[in-house]
C-alpha cells in the first residue's frame, strides 16, 4: 500500500498529449491520479480511459488554477472510493457528461467540485466526522430548522432551513458533526416525491422496562419504535401518561392527529406503534405521529388447576431460545379473583439446578431465562392462562422442568413435571480448496452452534482430518500426529527423531476440557506436522545444521477470553476459528464465511486472488449478530496476547488493554473500521488489514499517511525521497570508478530472484573490470526468505546462519544453511535505507554478523517478524507480525533496523564520489 499512484506535475513545463489507459489502481493511500498545473503552465490533450480504481481517499484529481485544458476522463471504473473525481480550479466541468462516461459503483453526485458517492444512511452513519459525503434518504421526520431521514437502519437528523415534507425522498450533503445523540449535514441538494412503493422502516421493538436505561435511549433515539404492556395512567388531551405496570417509569406521549382515543381509558393495557423516541434539551420524550397507532393489548382470563398441565411444547433451538407455552384449565370453581405465586425449577443434566422465583435466580446449566410477568400475578376468574417462558441452553442433555403456582399465601395450588432433550445443534457445510500452494480435497464438514447467531465450533479430530488433504498432499500431515484420550480431554502428540544425530522427542498440545486450558509443550508444535509449499522456495539449499534452545511450556487459558472447549457425545469441540489458529500451519488458512468454508494459502490473500469469493455470501444482506462482534473483540486479544512477535517490545500486557471495545459493540462498517484503525495504530510494517468480512463486503477501506504511526511514516517518505532521488528506477547494474565498481540493485526476494540476480553478476563478470561490488537493497521491502538465502549463496561458501527468537515461549535457534551455488569472487557491500525492510532488513543482518562486506547508506526500517494472515470470527483478515522473529548472533530482536557502518544522505545515494568514498 502506497500513498498515491500516479502523479504528474505541470508547476514548470506545458506538457502535452497525456494518455493514461487500461490501468488498475487499488487501495493507495490518497489519490490513485494527480495532475496539477499552476497559471503560467498547462496540462494539454489529457486523456485517462478504461482504467480500474478501487479503495483510497480519491479517485482523481485535477488540480490548476486555469491550466487545464482538453481533459478527457471516461470508461474507467470507480469503487469504495470517499470521493471519485475532484476539480479544483475555475474550468467549467460537464457533471452530467462526466457521470454518464464512468462507471461507479454508488450512484455518484457532484458537490463543491467533486463527485461523491450518494451512501444509504447505514453506510453514513459510520462515516469519520466532517466527512464530506451525500446521503439519500426519505424525511421521515421535520422541525423549524432541521428534518429526518431515515431508512430501514436508522434515522439521521439534517440542519437545514429548506422546506421539505414528510414522506419526500432527498439527497442531502456536507461534512457529517456528530455527537452522542444524532448526526448532522448541511445543504439539501435535490429532492424527489416518495414513490409509492416506498414503506416506512419496520418499527423497533422496545421493551418498555429499559426506559431507565440511559444507553439503550441512546442507542434508540430518533428510531421509530413499537412498545408494548404499558399501562395508561392518565389522559388529558392529547397527551396521555403511560408507565409500565408496576414500575417507577412514566412517558409522557403526545399525540398526533388522526389516532382515535375514544376507546382508551386510564387502566387499560395498551401497544404503541410508531412511536418516536426525541432528545432534546437532556430529555427523552416519545412522540406519536399520525402513521402510527394505538392498541389494547389484551390480558387473558385465567382459571386455577390443581393439576397443572403443560399444552403443547415445541422447542425451537435453531432459534437459540426455546419458548414454553404453559396452559393452566380449571376443573373446579375457583374465586373471581386472586393472586397467584409462579415458580419454576429447571433441573440439568450434571445435577445443577436454575429456580425462577421472584425474578431472581442463579445462572447454571441455564444461560438466560425470561418470564414475560411479574412472579405474583393477578388471576382474574375462569378462562385460561396462557404464558411465555423464554430459556436459552448451550450445554447438551436432558432437562426436567418442575412448574408449580402458589396463591398469594404460598399455598401450593398445582404443580406439574416436564422432561426434554437439548442436543447440541449443527449445520454441515461445504469445503472448498481454493489454494495453489496446498492441495486438499473438496469435503462435508459439521460445525457446532451453541445458538443460531452462535460463532462455530469444529471437532478437532474432524479439522485435523480436512487439514490432512484427503486423496492430495494436504496442509499438514496427520500420520505424523497422534490423538490420545485422556482423563481431562486430548492429548496430539507429534513424535520426531533426527536421522543424522540419533536424538529424538515429541512435542504436545494437551486439552484439559475440564479446566478448559490447552497447553504446549512449544511453539514449535504449531508448525511440526505442516507440509511443504507446492513451489520450491528453497531450490538449491540444504539445512547444514541448526542449534535448538527450548522454550518454557504455553499455557493458554481460554476462560480468560470468553471461549469454551466443549464435549459433544464422542467429539472434542472447541471455537473453529482457534482451531485454524493452531492447526492449519504458517501459510495455510480455512476461512468460514457463513456460507462454506474455503482453503485458501497466504500468497493468494497478499495477491487478493480470492477477496471475491470469501466475500460473497449470504451475510451480505445480513446484519452482524452481537455474538460475532464479541467473540472477534475476545479472539484479537487472545491472538494477539499468544501469537505476536512484537507484544515485547510495545509493552503490553493483554491487547484487551490496545483494542477498543467497540469491536465488540458494533456491526456493519464500524465493527471492521474499529479493528482497520487498531491494526494501524500499531505502528509495525507487517500488521495491516487486508480484507473486509462479508458483513460489509462493499467496504474496503484504505490508510492515509495520517493514519499511521511515526515509524511508518518515516518508511513512506524515506519511500518518496528514495524516488525523488530515482534510487528505485534502477533495473540493472551501473558502474563507478572506470568499472572498477558495479552496483546490482534487488528491489524484492521471490522466486525469480535468485535468477535474476545470477544473471546480472554474469553480466557484471563478463565486463572483465569490475572487482567490488555494490548489493544495493536501498528500495528492498523483503519477500521470500528462501530467494534472499539463495542470493547470500553467491556472495559467500560459508553456511549461512539465521537466528530466531520466539517472545512467547522464549525459544532460540540457529539454522545453518549451505546454497548448491557457486559463488563470485568479488569484494562485496551492501547498501541499506530506512526502506530496506523484512527479508531486506535480515539480509543486511547477516552481512553484518558474518563480515561479508561494508553496510553503507542509511540504517535499515527493521521488520524481524515473518508475517502470519489472521482471520476474525466476523471475516476480516489481517496480516500480523509471527512469534517467528529474527535476531542477530547475539539474539537481540532486528525490529528496529541494523545500523550501517557509513552513513550516506538521501540526496547524495547516487554520487559516485560520495559511493566511493563509503566502501573505501
Same mark, same amino acid.
Not at 504528474?8 to 490501468?23: F, G, K, M, P
Not at 409522557?252 to 382515543?261: A, S
Not at 467497540?662 to 480484507?691: C, K, P, T
Not at 541494523?898 to 566511493?916: G, K, N, R, W
Given at each position: 500500500?502506497?500513498?498515491?499512484?500516479?502523479?504528474?506535475?505541470?508547476?514548470?513545463?506545458?506538457?502535452?498529449?497525456?494518455?493514461?489507459?487500461?490501468?488498475?489502481?487499488?487501495?493507495?493511500?490518497?489519490?490513485?491520479?494527480?495532475?496539477?498545473?499552476?497559471?503560467?503552465?498547462?496540462?494539454?490533450?489529457?486523456?485517462?480511459?478504461?482504467?480500474?480504481?478501487?479503495?483510497?481517499?480519491?479517485?482523481?484529481?485535477?488540480?490548476?488554477?486555469?491550466?487545464?485544458?482538453?481533459?478527457?476522463?471516461?470508461?474507467?471504473?470507480?469503487?469504495?472510493?470517499?470521493?471519485?473525481?475532484?476539480?479544483?480550479?475555475?474550468?467549467?466541468?460537464?457533471?452530467?457528461?462526466?457521470?454518464?462516461?464512468?462507471? %461507479?459503483?454508488?450512484?455518484?453526485?457532484?458537490?463543491?467540485?467533486?463527485?461523491?458517492?450518494?451512501?444509504?444512511?447505514?453506510?453514513?452513519?459510520?462515516?469519520?466526522?466532517?466527512?464530506?459525503?451525500?446521503?439519500?434518504?426519505?424525511?421521515?421526520?421535520?422541525?423549524?430548522?432541521?428534518?429526518?431521514?431515515?431508512?430501514?437502519?436508522?434515522?439521521?437528523?439534517?440542519?437545514?432551513?429548506?422546506?421539505?415534507?414528510?414522506?419526500?425522498?432527498?439527497?442531502?450533503?456536507?461534512?457529517?458533526?456528530?455527537?452522542?445523540?444524532?448526526?448532522?449535514?448541511?445543504?439539501?441538494?435535490?429532492?424527489?416525491?416518495?414513490?409509492? &412503493?416506498?414503506?416506512?422502516?419496520?418499527?423497533?421493538?422496545?421493551?418498555?422496562?429499559?426506559?431507565?436505561?440511559?444507553?439503550?435511549?441512546?442507542?434508540?433515539?430518533?428510531?421509530?419504535?413499537?412498545?408494548?404492556?404499558?399501562?395508561?395512567?392518565?389522559?388529558?388531551?392529547?397527551?396521555?401518561?403511560?408507565?409500565?405496570?408496576?414500575?417507577?417509569?412514566?412517558?409522557?406521549?403526545?399525540?398526533?392527529?388522526?389516532?382515535?382515543?375514544?376507546?382508551?381509558?386510564?387502566?387499560?393495557?395498551?401497544?404503541? =406503534?410508531?412511536?418516536?423516541?426525541?432528545?432534546?434539551?437532556?430529555?427523552?420524550?416519545?412522540?406519536?405521529?399520525?402513521?402510527?397507532?394505538?392498541?389494547?393489548?389484551?390480558?387473558?382470563?385465567?382459571?386455577?388447576?390443581?393439576?397443572?398441565?403443560?399444552?403443547? *411444547?415445541? %422447542?425451537?433451538?435453531?432459534?437459540?431460545?426455546?419458548?414454553?407455552?404453559?396452559?393452566?384449565?380449571?376443573?373446579?370453581?375457583?374465586?373471581?379473583?386472586?393472586?397467584?405465586?409462579?415458580?419454576?425449577?429447571?433441573?440439568?443434566?450434571?445435577?445443577?439446578?436454575?429456580?425462577?422465583?421472584?425474578?431472581?435466580?442463579?445462572?447454571?446449566?441455564?444461560?438466560?431465562?425470561?418470564?414475560?410477568? =411479574?412472579?405474583?400475578?393477578?388471576?382474574?376468574?375462569?378462562?385460561?392462562?396462557?404464558?411465555?417462558?423464554?430459556?436459552?441452553?448451550?450445554?447438551?442433555?436432558?432437562?426436567?422442568?418442575?412448574?408449580?403456582?402458589?396463591?398469594?399465601?404460598?399455598?401450593?395450588?398445582?404443580? @406439574?413435571?416436564? +422432561? %426434554?432433550?437439548?442436543?447440541?445443534?449443527?449445520?454441515?457445510?461445504?469445503?472448498?480448496?481454493?489454494?495453489?500452494?496446498?492441495?486438499?480435497?473438496?469435503?462435508?464438514?459439521?460445525?457446532?452452534?451453541?445458538?443460531?447467531?452462535?460463532?462455530?465450533?469444529?471437532?478437532?479430530?474432524?479439522?485435523?482430518?480436512?487439514?490432512?488433504?484427503?486423496?492430495?498432499?494436504? +496442509?499438514?500431515?496427520?500420520?505424523?500426529?497422534?490423538?490420545?484420550?485422556?482423563?481431562?480431554?486430548?492429548?496430539?502428540?507429534?513424535?520426531?527423531?533426527?536421522?543424522?544425530?540419533?536424538?529424538?522427542?515429541?512435542?504436545?498440545?494437551?486439552?484439559?476440557?475440564?479446566?478448559?486450558?490447552?497447553?504446549?509443550?512449544?511453539?514449535?508444535?504449531?508448525?511440526?506436522?505442516?507440509?511443504? @509449499?507446492?513451489?520450491?522456495?528453497?531450490?538449491?539449499?540444504?539445512?547444514?545444521?541448526?542449534?535448538?534452545?527450548?522454550?518454557?511450556?504455553?499455557?493458554?487459558?481460554?476462560?480468560?477470553?470468553?471461549?469454551?472447549?466443549?464435549?459433544?457425545?464422542?467429539?472434542?469441540?472447541?471455537?473453529?476459528?482457534? +482451531?485454524?489458529?493452531?492447526?492449519?500451519?504458517?501459510?495455510?488458512?480455512?476461512?468460514?464465511?457463513?456460507?462454506?468454508?474455503?482453503?485458501?494459502?497466504?500468497?493468494?490473500?497478499?495477491?487478493?486472488?480470492?477477496?471475491?469469493?470469501?466475500?460473497?455470501?449470504?451475510?451480505?444482506?445480513?446484519?452482524?449478530?452481537?455474538?460475532?462482534?464479541?467473540?472477534?473483540?475476545?479472539?484479537?486479544?487472545?491472538?494477539?496476547?499468544?501469537?505476536?512477535?512484537?507484544?515485547?517490545?510495545?509493552?503490553?500486557?493483554?491487547?484487551?488493554?490496545?483494542?477498543?471495545?467497540?469491536?465488540?459493540?458494533?456491526?456493519?462498517?464500524?465493527?471492521?473500521?474499529?479493528?482497520?484503525?487498531?491494526?494501524?495504530?500499531?505502528?509495525?510494517?507487517?500488521?495491516?488489514?487486508?480484507? *473486509?468480512?462479508?458483513?460489509?463486503?462493499?467496504?474496503?477501506?484504505?490508510?492515509?499517511?495520517?493514519?499511521?504511526?511515526?515509524?511508518?511514516?518515516?518508511?513512506?517518505?524515506?519511500?518518496?525521497?528514495?524516488?525523488?532521488?530515482?534510487?528505485?528506477?534502477?533495473?540493472?547494474?551501473?558502474?563507478?570508478? &572506470?568499472?572498477?565498481?558495479?552496483?546490482?540493485?534487488?528491489?524484492?526476494?521471490?522466486?525469480?530472484?535468485?535468477?535474476?540476480?545470477?544473471?546480472?553478476?554474469?553480466?557484471?563478470?563478463?565486463?572483465?573490470?569490475?572487482?567490488?561490488?555494490?548489493?544495493?537493497?536501498?528500495?528492498?521491502?523483503?519477500?521470500?526468505?528462501?530467494?534472499?538465502?539463495?542470493?547470500?549463496?553467491?556472495?559467500?561458501?560459508?553456511?549461512?546462519?539465521?537466528?530466531?527468537?520466539?517472545?512467547?515461549?522464549?525459544?532460540?535457534?540457529?539454522?545453518?544453511?549451505?546454497?548448491?551455488?557457486?559463488?563470485?569472487?568479488?569484494?562485496?557491500?551492501?547498501?541499506?535505507?530506512?526502506?530496506?525492510?523484512?527479508?531486506?532488513?535480515?539480509?543486511?543482518?547477516?552481512?553484518?554478523?558474518?563480515?561479508?562486506?561494508?553496510?553503507?547508506?542509511?540504517?535499515?526500517?527493521?521488520?524481524?517478524?515473518?508475517?502470519?494472515?489472521?482471520?476474525?470470527?466476523?471475516?476480516?483478515?489481517? %496480516?500480523?507480525?509471527?512469534?517467528?522473529?529474527?535476531?542477530?548472533?547475539?539474539?537481540?530482536? *532486528?525490529?528496529?533496523?541494523?545500523?550501517?557502518?557509513?552513513?550516506?544522505?538521501?540526496?547524495?545515494?547516487?554520487?559516485?564520489?560520495?559511493?566511493?568514498d563509503a566502501i573505501e
Amino acid at each position: 500500500m502506497v500513498p498515491s499512484g500516479i502523479r504528474v506535475d505541470a508547476s514548470d513545463a506545458t506538457l502535452e498529449t497525456i494518455t493514461i489507459e487500461n490501468n488498475e489502481f487499488m487501495n493507495f493511500m490518497s489519490q490513485s491520479l494527480v495532475f496539477e498545473t499552476d497559471e503560467a503552465n498547462a496540462l494539454v490533450n489529457v486523456s485517462v480511459s478504461s482504467n480500474s480504481m478501487s479503495g483510497g481517499e480519491l479517485g482523481i484529481l485535477l488540480h490548476g488554477e486555469s491550466g487545464l485544458d482538453d481533459v478527457s476522463v471516461e470508461s474507467n471504473t470507480f469503487e469504495s472510493m470517499d470521493t471519485y473525481i475532484h476539480y479544483e480550479g475555475d474550468e467549467d466541468v460537464s457533471w452530467d457528461a462526466l457521470l454518464e462516461a464512468n462507471t %461507479f459503483d454508488f450512484e455518484p453526485y457532484p458537490m463543491g467540485g467533486a463527485a461523491y458517492p450518494v451512501l444509504p444512511i447505514e453506510l453514513a452513519l459510520e462515516m469519520s466526522d466532517d466527512t464530506l459525503t451525500v446521503t439519500e434518504g426519505v424525511v421521515s421526520g421535520v422541525e423549524a430548522e432541521a428534518f429526518y431521514l431515515e431508512d430501514n437502519t436508522g434515522a439521521l437528523r439534517v440542519t437545514s432551513s429548506d422546506t421539505v415534507s414528510e414522506g419526500e425522498r432527498v439527497l442531502v450533503g456536507g461534512a457529517l458533526l456528530k455527537d452522542s445523540y444524532s448526526t448532522s449535514l448541511h445543504e439539501v441538494l435535490a429532492q424527489e416525491t416518495l414513490s409509492s &412503493d416506498m414503506a416506512l422502516p419496520e418499527s423497533q421493538y422496545m421493551d418498555a422496562s429499559e426506559l431507565d436505561n440511559d444507553a439503550f435511549l441512546r442507542r434508540f433515539v430518533h428510531h421509530r419504535l413499537r412498545l408494548e404492556g404499558l399501562e395508561i395512567l392518565s389522559r388529558s388531551g392529547d397527551l396521555l401518561t403511560l408507565a409500565l405496570e408496576d414500575s417507577e417509569s412514566q412517558i409522557e406521549l403526545v399525540v398526533g392527529e388522526g389516532l382515535e382515543l375514544a376507546d382508551y381509558a386510564a387502566g387499560d393495557h395498551v401497544s404503541i =406503534e410508531g412511536v418516536r423516541l426525541i432528545h432534546e434539551n437532556g430529555d427523552y420524550t416519545l412522540s406519536l405521529e399520525d402513521a402510527a397507532h394505538l392498541s389494547l393489548y389484551e390480558t387473558p382470563e385465567y382459571t386455577i388447576d390443581t393439576n397443572l398441565e403443560v399444552g403443547e *411444547t415445541e %422447542f425451537v433451538l435453531k432459534d437459540s431460545m426455546v419458548p414454553l407455552e404453559l396452559i393452566l384449565e380449571s376443573a373446579a370453581e375457583s374465586p373471581a379473583t386472586t393472586k397467584g405465586q409462579f415458580e419454576m425449577v429447571v433441573n440439568g443434566p450434571d445435577g445443577g439446578s436454575v429456580t425462577l422465583s421472584d425474578q431472581v435466580f442463579p445462572l447454571t446449566m441455564v444461560d438466560a431465562m425470561h418470564y414475560e410477568d =411479574e412472579a405474583l400475578f393477578d388471576l382474574p376468574g375462569e378462562g385460561t392462562m396462557e404464558r411465555s417462558l423464554n430459556m436459552m441452553f448451550t450445554h447438551p442433555g436432558l432437562y426436567t422442568i418442575e412448574i408449580s403456582l402458589y396463591d398469594e399465601d404460598e399455598k401450593l395450588i398445582g404443580e @406439574t413435571v416436564h +422432561a %426434554f432433550e437439548v442436543e447440541t445443534p449443527y449445520i454441515t457445510v461445504d469445503f472448498e480448496n481454493l489454494a495453489d500452494e496446498y492441495l486438499l480435497d473438496d469435503a462435508e464438514v459439521p460445525l457446532y452452534l451453541e445458538t443460531k447467531d452462535g460463532v462455530p465450533y469444529v471437532d478437532i479430530e474432524t479439522f485435523l482430518s480436512l487439514l490432512d488433504g484427503g486423496s492430495q498432499d494436504g +496442509a499438514i500431515d496427520l500420520d505424523a500426529l497422534n490423538i490420545v484420550e485422556t482423563d481431562a480431554g486430548i492429548d496430539i502428540v507429534y513424535d520426531w527423531e533426527d536421522e543424522e544425530t540419533g536424538e529424538s522427542g515429541s512435542e504436545a498440545f494437551q486439552f484439559d476440557f475440564d479446566d478448559n486450558t490447552v497447553t504446549v509443550d512449544s511453539f514449535d508444535v504449531f508448525t511440526a506436522a505442516q507440509q511443504g @509449499t507446492q513451489t520450491d522456495f528453497g531450490a538449491d539449499l540444504e539445512l547444514a545444521d541448526y542449534d535448538l534452545q527450548e522454550g518454557d511450556p504455553v499455557v493458554f487459558e481460554l476462560e480468560d477470553y470468553n471461549f469454551e472447549l466443549l464435549n459433544y457425545e464422542e467429539d472434542y469441540l472447541m471455537p473453529f476459528h482457534i +482451531a485454524n489458529l493452531f492447526f492449519s500451519g504458517s501459510m495455510f488458512d480455512v476461512y468460514y464465511n457463513g456460507d462454506a468454508l474455503y482453503g485458501i494459502d497466504t500468497y493468494q490473500v497478499l495477491d487478493g486472488d480470492v477477496t471475491d469469493t470469501l466475500q460473497d455470501s449470504d451475510w451480505n444482506s445480513e446484519s452482524m449478530p452481537e455474538t460475532y462482534q464479541e467473540a472477534t473483540y475476545d479472539y484479537l486479544a487472545f491472538s494477539f496476547d499468544h501469537f505476536y512477535g512484537l507484544k515485547e517490545d510495545q509493552d503490553v500486557n493483554t491487547y484487551y488493554n490496545v483494542f477498543p471495545d467497540d469491536i465488540a459493540q458494533s456491526g456493519g462498517r464500524s465493527h471492521y473500521r474499529e479493528i482497520f484503525n487498531s491494526v494501524y495504530a500499531l505502528d509495525d510494517l507487517h500488521s495491516w488489514y487486508s480484507i *473486509t468480512g462479508a458483513y460489509a463486503s462493499s467496504y474496503n477501506p484504505s490508510a492515509s499517511i495520517s493514519d499511521l504511526g511515526p515509524r511508518s511514516q518515516a518508511f513512506y517518505e524515506a519511500d518518496d525521497l528514495l524516488r525523488q532521488n530515482r534510487v528505485c528506477a534502477q533495473q540493472g547494474p551501473s558502474y563507478y570508478d &572506470d568499472g572498477r565498481v558495479a552496483r546490482v540493485p534487488i528491489h524484492e526476494f521471490d522466486e525469480n530472484t535468485p535468477d535474476a540476480f545470477k544473471a546480472m553478476l554474469d553480466r557484471v563478470a563478463e565486463k572483465g573490470t569490475v572487482e567490488e561490488v555494490i548489493v544495493d537493497l536501498s528500495c528492498n521491502t523483503g519477500g521470500v526468505v528462501g530467494g534472499m538465502i539463495q542470493v547470500l549463496g553467491y556472495m559467500t561458501d560459508e553456511p549461512i546462519p539465521l537466528y530466531d527468537i520466539n517472545p512467547t515461549d522464549g525459544s532460540k535457534s540457529t539454522y545453518y544453511y549451505e546454497a548448491d551455488i557457486e559463488k563470485y569472487d568479488f569484494e562485496w557491500h551492501v547498501f541499506s535505507s530506512p526502506k530496506t525492510f523484512s527479508a531486506g532488513n535480515m539480509m543486511v543482518q547477516v552481512v553484518k554478523d558474518m563480515g561479508l562486506g561494508t553496510i553503507i547508506g542509511q540504517d535499515s526500517a527493521g521488520g524481524a517478524a515473518s508475517i502470519k494472515a489472521n482471520i476474525t470470527p466476523s471475516g476480516a483478515i489481517l %496480516f500480523m507480525s509471527s512469534t517467528s522473529v529474527s535476531a542477530n548472533a547475539d539474539f537481540e530482536s *532486528t525490529e528496529m533496523g541494523i545500523p550501517v557502518d557509513v552513513q550516506i544522505p538521501f540526496d547524495l545515494y547516487m554520487d559516485e564520489a560520495t559511493v566511493l568514498d563509503a566502501i573505501e
